[in-house]
């Protein structure tokens, strides 16, 4: 909308975008607001009506929010225990217009929802981006991984800058605290999306990378499953991948409003 309207205030574009797959299908929402529609403390933010507080030691998430494109109610409780914190920040490009920072990247969920009815509890990840440009401005793509392995959260994070020079971060984050950088493993490419959108991730050739499941195939943005054998059982990794050329194009600028309206009122 900022980009349509020429709206450079970020505070006037503020969204919460919840995501929930369920057996029954896919739950989505993205209602972009404005100003008016936030509220924020050091340690409370609302968008609409939907916020997050930190509570004691507990990440607090309220959801209500409505799906598209068809409507439907989202609601519920996300609580994170988010473990060890990390404070380090790293330049996803080389002029550091582009700052990347996982936050509690070994944390523990508690996740109890009205609308649809499901709860559970598991692993999850906490992290937060931000840049002086947008981001096709900066980069023509990227992939981006995280991995659960008993403990250690194994992330890998492949850019493409504007320039056409690529650069990547591997980097094992620990339930101890400790993060450790590593050598990763080579690059292998995986089936195009059904957008025939060009995805890979790091694998050596002896234990490839294989899609379980296809979460999100848009034109220019996929997200998947992936799995990999190792120490004697199946590690599963959260995908994404993403096109910077093709979001940019006009015509997907035209698609987005579709799957991102903007609320104009205060909630």
């Given at each position: 909308?900022?980009?349509r309207?020429?709206?450079a205030?970020?505070?006037?574009h503020v969204t919460?975008?919840a995501i929930?797959y369920?057996?029954?299908?896919?739950?989505?929402?993205?209602t972009e607001?404005?100003r008016?529609s936030?509220?924020r403390?050091?340690?409370?933010?609302a968008?609409?009506?939907?916020?997050?507080?930190?509570?004691?030691?507990?990440?607090?998430i309220?959801?209500?929010?409505?799906?598209?494109?068809i409507?439907?109610?989202?609601?519920?409780r996300?609580?994170?225990d988010?473990g060890p914190?990390?404070?380090r920040t790293?330049?996803?490009?080389?002029?550091?217009r582009h700052e990347?920072?996982p936050i509690a990247?070994?944390?523990?969920?508690?996740?109890?929802f009205?609308r649809?009815?499901?709860?559970?509890?598991?692993?999850?990840?906490?992290?937060?981006?931000?840049?002086?440009?947008?981001l096709?401005a900066?980069?023509?793509s990227?992939?981006?991984?995280?991995?659960?392995?008993?403990?250690t959260?194994?992330i890998?994070?492949d850019?493409?800058?504007r320039?056409?020079v690529?650069?990547?971060?591997?980097?094992?984050?620990?339930?101890?605290?400790?993060v450790?950088?590593?050598?990763p493993?080579?690059?292998?490419?995986?089936p195009?999306?059904?957008?025939?959108?060009?995805r890979?991730?790091r694998?050596?050739?002896?234990?490839?990378?294989?899609?379980l499941?296809g979460l999100e195939?848009?034109?220019?943005?996929?997200?998947?499953?992936?799995g990999?054998?190792?120490e004697?059982?199946?590690?599963?990794?959260?995908?994404e991948?993403?096109?910077?050329?093709?979001?940019?194009?006009p015509i997907?600028?035209?698609m987005?409003p579709?799957?991102?309206?903007?609320w104009?009122r205060?909630?």
């Open positions: 909308m900022a980009r309207g020429g709206d205030d970020p505070h006037n919460v975008n929930l369920t057996p029954r299908g896919k739950y989505w929402a993205m607001r404005g008016a936030l509220e403390s050091r340690s409370h933010v968008i609409g009506p939907s916020q997050y507080s930190w509570t004691g030691d507990r990440l607090v309220d959801i209500d929010e409505k799906t598209m494109p409507p439907r109610r989202i609601n519920g996300i609580t994170v988010p914190v990390f404070s790293w330049n996803l490009d080389a002029a550091g990347w920072r990247p070994c944390a523990k969920v508690d996740v109890q009205e649809p009815s499901l709860n559970w509890k598991g692993h999850a990840y906490v992290d937060t981006n931000a840049g002086t440009e947008s096709e900066g980069f023509r990227w992939t981006w991984s995280r991995q659960d392995r008993r403990g959260t194994r890998h994070y850019v493409i800058q320039n056409g690529p650069r990547g971060l591997a980097l094992d984050y620990n339930a101890d605290g400790t450790v950088p590593f050598e493993a080579p690059i292998q490419d995986l195009l999306t059904g957008w025939r959108v060009s890979h991730t694998a050596h050739p002896s234990n490839p990378a294989r899609v499941k195939d848009t034109p220019f943005y996929s997200r998947s499953v992936l990999f054998d190792g004697g059982k199946e590690f599963k990794s959260v995908h991948s993403v096109d910077l050329d093709r979001f940019r194009s997907v600028q035209m987005l579709f799957k991102m309206p903007r104009t205060r909630r």
